[in-house]
């Protein structure tokens, strides 16, 4: 009869097996739509420390809304610093008015691996 597992085994089974049964649930479920924001025409989210959608094209002269809806600051800034709302607080809403054409890298300047592009045409 073969004997009791060690216990170090069995610590690191429960996490494993809570993991995969969280994955199995997500995948099985979809995106649930309390976490999940849609964007409209010409507007960019701030959500779960990411910009959506991360690649968007606009018309030259077009106005981008761009909504934080995150629990933290953040910014939407053009690299090369054509733009930049300045510090957006949590629910907070700013404009940015897209007059040149081009692609413009954009970045949190807070949280800079938050990265995105938007091509004006």
Sequence with gaps: MPGRPPTWLLALAV???ALIAVVVTRAVEGPSSSTVTRTGANAVVIQNFAFHPQKLTVAKGSTLKIRNADS??????????????GELDSGKTATVALQQSGTFSFYCKIHNFMTGAVVVK
């Design 72 to 85: 933290t600051v953040h910014t939407f800034s053009a690299k090369n610093g054509s733009f930049d709302t």
């Design 15 to 17: 996490p494993v097996i």
